[in-house]
């Protein structure tokens, strides 16, 4: 049955589009509050999905060109691979291959830093989008290593939690698996319900999980950029008092143009 296939597709590709578009707002507003609690205001739910919705055009426009230069880093990384494969060469393929993971690793890692605190200019800021991208990769260049240590504590944090929690999954696996496959032969209809129930129970503490896993993460970062924008803020505003002088000394007037030599 094709056409119940693509129509199952297309409404899950539109459930997909839907609840991605609802992540952005609900991430937006949650950095918009986390900044406010750090500087001690009141913020709450309504508020902050009120102002998330606010940035939803700018971060959706971010996301498609971050799509789009993964996409094209990817194409360019592949094509001496698929190259190699389809002439025969599979040493060439296998070496290249490795190379190019070697290359896309560091890019991606460059990249979604660099979308990351760009988003937070555009949400903290007020930025546009692509002034955002340039002051967020600046923002990186100058804190990378910091961003990197920062970044492999939350991976570790999380992998952490993921083996806390594996044994949960494990349990409520040996319950679930023994007691389907019983009433499976039992009663098909049964098991049919008893199925549905099972992968809507799984995929909302899936769900669950995740947000709080999202939310702390992005509660994280956000506090980060905090303060490395801080910091780059109080730097920016040290100006030498030779340059501030160069800066407020009046233009000389060229000669020929009434200057001294002409008076």
């Known amino acids: 049955h094709p056409g119940i296939v693509l129509a199952a597709f297309i409404i899950v590709f539109a459930i997909g589009i839907i609840l991605f578009l609802i992540s952005l707002v609900g991430r937006a507003g949650l950095i918009k509050s986390v900044n406010l609690i750090a500087t001690k205001k009141k913020s709450s739910f309504k508020n902050g999905w009120k102002d998330g919705r606010k940035y939803l055009g700018k971060l959706v426009k971010l996301f498609l060109l971050f799509f789009l230069a993964v996409f094209a880093i990817i194409l360019v990384l592949g094509i001496p691979v698929i190259y190699s494969v389809m002439t025969g060469s599979w040493i060439n393929a296998v070496f290249v291959g490795i190379l190019a993971v070697a290359i896309f690793i560091p890019l991606i890692f460059v990249l979604a830093l660099t979308n990351l605190y760009a988003g937070f200019y555009i949400i903290l800021s007020e930025l546009n989008v692509w002034p955002s991208i340039e002051t967020g990769y600046n923002l990186l260049l100058k804190n990378i290593k910091n961003s990197i240590i920062f970044g492999l ?9 993921g083996i806390i929690l594996l044994p949960a999954a494990l349990l409520t696996a040996v319950v679930l698996i023994p007691t389907g496959t019983l009433l499976f032969f039992l009663n098909k209809i049964i098991f049919t319900i008893f199925l549905v129930f099972a992968i809507l129970f799984f995929l909302l503490v899936l769900l669950l999980v995740s947000s709080v896993f999202a939310a702390y993460k992005t509660t994280a970062w956000t506090l980060f950029f905090r303060e490395i924008a801080k910091t780059e803020s109080k730097e920016a505003e040290k100006v030498p008092e030779a340059e ?15 200057g001294p030599e002409n008076a």
């Open 153 to 161: 504590l939350l991976i570790a944090i999380s992998v952490a939690a």
């Open 244 to 258: 501030l002088v160069k800066e407020i000394s009046p233009t000389p007037v060229p000669s020929g143009l009434g």
